[in-house]
């Protein structure tokens, strides 16, 4: 009789045996998380991988492998991992994600060092424009323990995942919904902030070498910019940022692709914000005095 969602036929299996029929549809290292995470409610509570292969003649319940083939299927559609599982690693840290946010990805925790090697006060401010998961708003005030943080994000779907992540990791970070800039209302006297942090959409759709099929299972609204090569939704930033006087801010601190940075620098330098530092995909900036 076939599985539920016709990925594995066999049924009362031990793990042993449901790994080894997954290994061959997936990777390995995707199925033993899969694994993991699907039997999570009959394994000790924080093993690893390890505890698995210790442990591999587990007779699977029928409710439990339905659950794991459910998850293979998934992932033989070519959900990312991600999803399937329900969290990322961050800069040593787990993040809750769903569809409604990215996907965490390593080269963007180069902002987070960026960061941490300026010379900041004591009790640095920062604030966040299009938080997502949250996962770098948070990062930065567990690395900076005396830091008030800020993020924003216009999605209040988003906003439930950065909040959820927020309480779970105890980030202290204060939550804003606005449209970039638009919607923000602060006190004058708290409109200073040290580092403005942004990981805005801008993937341009027309990038002859872009992975359309890759990216289809996460939220366009946070991926793509079709504007402007990718750069619409940061020139829409600096403008508020400086025709609004929403915000008075020492550094500026942006993820963009390499192909976009010369652009970007560019437009960054004529509202009056010098290039300090490029860390891959991170680009560091500081006002002009």
Request: proline residues 4%.
């Amino acid at each position: 009789m076939a599985g539920v969602y016709g990925i594995i036929a066999k049924r009362n299996m031990i793990i042993e045996k449901w790994l080894k029929l997954a290994k061959q549809k997936i990777s390995a290292l995707d199925a033993e998380l899969i694994a993991l995470v699907g039997l999570a409610e009959i394994l000790p509570v924080g093993v690893d991988r390890s505890y698995i292969f210790a442990h591999q003649d587990t007779e699977i319940s029928q409710k439990h492998q339905d659950m794991l083939d459910e998850m293979l299927a998934r992932r033989v559609r070519g959900e990312p991992l991600a999803y399937i599982l329900g969290f990322r690693e961050f800069y040593g840290r787990n993040f809750v994600v769903n569809k409604a946010v990215l996907i965490p990805r390593p080269e963007t925790e180069s902002l987070v060092e960026l960061a941490k090697g300026l010379d900041l006060p004591y009790r640095p401010r920062f604030v966040e424009v299009g938080t997502g998961s949250g996962c770098i708003a948070i990062t930065l005030a567990l690395e900076f323990p005396q830091a008030e943080v800020l993020a924003i994000d216009a999605y209040v779907k988003a906003l439930d995942v950065a909040a959820e992540n927020n309480l779970r990791l105890e980030g202290r970070v204060h939550l804003v919904q606005s449209n970039l800039l638009r919607d923000l209302s602060l006190p004058e006297d708290v409109r200073e902030f040290d580092v403005l942090v942004a990981n805005l959409p801008y993937v341009d759709p027309n990038w002859d070498w872009l992975d359309a099929d890759g990216l289809a299972f996460e939220p366009k609204t946070a991926l793509f910019a079709a504007k402007e090569h990718g750069l619409s939704f940061y020139k829409r930033l600096l403008r508020e940022l400086r025709n609004g006087h929403v915000l008075n801010v020492r550094y500026l601190i942006f993820e963009a692709d390499p192909c976009q940075h010369e652009e970007l620098v560019e437009f960054v330098g004529k509202k009056g914000y010098d290039l300090a530092r490029i860390d891959g995909y991170g680009l560091l900036f500081e006002k002009r005095k």
